[in-house]
């Protein structure tokens, strides 16, 4: 699969997404019709950061490009506690599924699932991925359709996810192929894009989705959604660096580089 363009901003909804501190969307040409693909989040840190005692405040802006499901389900959960680690920074937050230009893009620092290692860039890991079936406690529990093991998946709908942009998405039938279950119809049941409507999706009962460890913490903390076995399925990737990076601009930018550690740092605390 190839990666497609989408829509980073908008220009005519800028000087509003800069300055409210919420999470925007832009617009598409439909009047009233808001599209995720283009959506900016800006966070400003509630703290001024002062130079030279003089009260006056000056914010040093980041921007982070990243996935539609990462952002929802990973990173704007999370910007609160990172920021207050980092309380001189504005962070705006931008959805895209392409790659990042960095030489043409007003971007600083960019997620995306893949090998890392991009010339030029500095490729920090911010965690390993694997792929698993989730679904919500009720449906695990409904004695008339058991869903103890793989071969069980067979009586219950497969929610699909289109991917975004990522090449090593493990879609259900790479998974049921992984783990040796062919005779499973691995291509029935609806698709969802963004991704992580089939998340929500599953967590209403709708049937079995697949998941990425990546994106699927907090349900399962939550209780919103549970592993019905343990198989799992790693991406198949050659390359040392897996999941998803942060990639900065300029290895040099302190501001990229302390973003980056900060986000690493939080992975690691909830291990």
Known sequence: MRYRSVPTRSEHHRPQCRGNGLCSPTWSGRAGAGTLAGSRCVYRSKRPWSVGGCGCRTERVLTVSTLPSFALNWLIPRLGSLMERQPHLEVRVEISVSLTDFARENVDVATRSGRGGYPGMQTDLLMEENFFPVCSAALLGDPARPLHEPSDLRHHTLLHEIPEGTPDFVTWPRWLAAVGEHEIDATRGPRFSPTF?????????????????????????????????????????????????????????GICVVFSKSSIASTRRER
């Open 197 to 253: 409507l089939a998340l929500q999706a599953a967590a209403s009962g709708q049937g079995v989705a697949v998941a990425t460890n990546v994106l699927i913490g907090d349900f399962l903390d939550a209780g919103r959604l549970v592993r019905p076995f343990a198989h799992q399925v790693s991406p198949r990737r050659p390359h040392k660096n897996q999941g998803s990076c942060w990639v900065s601009k300029n290895p040099s930018n």
